[in-house]
């Protein structure tokens, strides 16, 4: 595996591995927080990276600098990293990463590959797609296997996505391949808000994953966020009466029928507020909020 960094840590065993992008595959940022929660609150160690040469284009994705120790300057790389844990007595592996740039099938290869190396008998990976639901409700997740076996084992529908992809399907594409169970958890994201961190969505995930794989994890931090989120939000409602008639009218589809499947479907196509709008209102809303408390 020519490129993985190999740290000189003792490998995780038959551990599920869990998958989370940034990017196309995840709105509201809920899939990559949903990851990053669960590797700091199982206090996941690194024992691979995978070296961003091949798959990041650096205008697009470009590497940090920070200071260590208020000193040295060091460039932070978009690299993936394999983080391992033990939870409940079981291993447990992270993997978190950008979408590459380039090179989607080798990168993907190469993941499927790590993942054998560690005995992993399942992938899964968490996603977040936007679409018209509300806020105000609990966070659809719609979870999907990609071959038969798996899904009747797990209790999950065959996957019946058409359409454009992320790296998360060519990823699961990769793993039918040579025969490594997945899975695919997606988190329903109420398209009409400002792309901004959604804890309530990462909530969702992180629950539903660690029901998925019977691990425990404590998520009092990621109640209390989800809940500052929604009183930030409804106080962003109250100052726009477009907006408010408009979640009224997704509240009152999603309590008409609440048992009805969510899909990755296009974007509802009755008239809502400008995305543009929003977002200056939403800023707007974030600026005099700092400036009462500051």
């Known amino acids: 595996m020519d490129h993985v960094?190999?740290?000189?840590?003792?490998?995780?065993?038959?551990?599920?591995?869990?998958?989370?992008?940034?990017?196309?595959?995840?709105?509201?940022?809920?899939?990559?927080?949903?990851?990053r929660y669960?590797?700091?609150?199982?206090?996941?160690?690194?024992?691979?990276?995978?070296?961003?040469?091949?798959?990041?284009?650096?205008?697009?994705?470009?590497?940090t600098v920070r200071l260590e120790d208020g000193v040295s300057r060091v460039i932070e790389w978009p690299r993936g990293e394999f983080t391992a844990a033990k939870v409940d007595g079981r291993d447990v592996v992270v993997f978190a990463s950008g979408e590459p740039n380039n090179r989607w099938r080798t990168f993907a290869?190469?993941?499927?590959?790590?993942?054998?190396?560690?005995?992993?008998?399942?992938?899964?990976?968490?996603?977040?797609?936007l679409t018209d639901v509300p806020h105000?409700?609990?966070?659809?997740?719609?979870?999907?296997?990609?071959?038969?076996?798996?899904?009747?084992?797990l209790g999950l529908a065959r996957s019946q996505y058409e359409g454009?992809?992320?790296?998360?399907?060519?990823?699961?594409?990769?793993?039918?391949?040579?025969?490594?169970?997945?899975?695919?958890?997606?988190?329903a994201v109420p398209h009409y808000l400002p792309a901004a961190p959604n804890p309530k969505a990462a909530l969702a995930l992180v629950r539903r994953v660690c029901a998925l794989l019977e691990f425990s994890v404590d998520v009092a931090p990621l109640v209390q966020a989800a809940a500052a989120w929604e009183e930030t939000v409804a106080q962003l409602l109250a100052d726009s009466e477009e907006l408010t008639d408009y979640v009224q009218r997704l509240?009152?589809?999603?309590?008409?029928?609440?048992?009805?499947?969510v899909t990755p479907t296009p974007m509802t196509e009755e008239p809502i507020p400008t995305g543009d709008a929003l977002a200056e209102e939403f800023e707007r809303y974030l600026r005099e909020q700092g400036g009462t408390n500051g």
């Open 251 to 261: 509240e009152s589809t999603a309590d008409e029928s609440p048992s009805q499947a």
């Open 38 to 63: 669960l590797a700091e609150r199982w206090e996941a160690e690194p024992f691979a990276y995978l070296d961003p040469e091949e798959f990041f284009d650096f205008q697009v994705t470009r590497p």
């Open 164 to 187: 454009p992809t992320g790296i998360t399907g060519v990823l699961h594409d990769t793993a039918l391949r040579v025969g490594l169970p997945s899975v695919s958890l997606w988190a």
């Open 136 to 153: 105000t409700r609990e966070v659809p997740v719609v979870g999907s296997a990609a071959d038969e076996d798996t899904a009747l084992r």
């Open 109 to 129: 290869n190469t993941v499927v590959e790590v993942s054998r190396r560690v005995r992993s008998g399942l992938v899964v990976t968490l996603g977040a797609f």
């Open 5 to 35: 960094t190999w740290l000189d840590k003792v490998l995780p065993d038959r551990p599920p591995v869990i998958c989370a992008f940034r990017g196309w595959n995840d709105g509201g940022q809920a899939a990559s927080v949903a990851a």
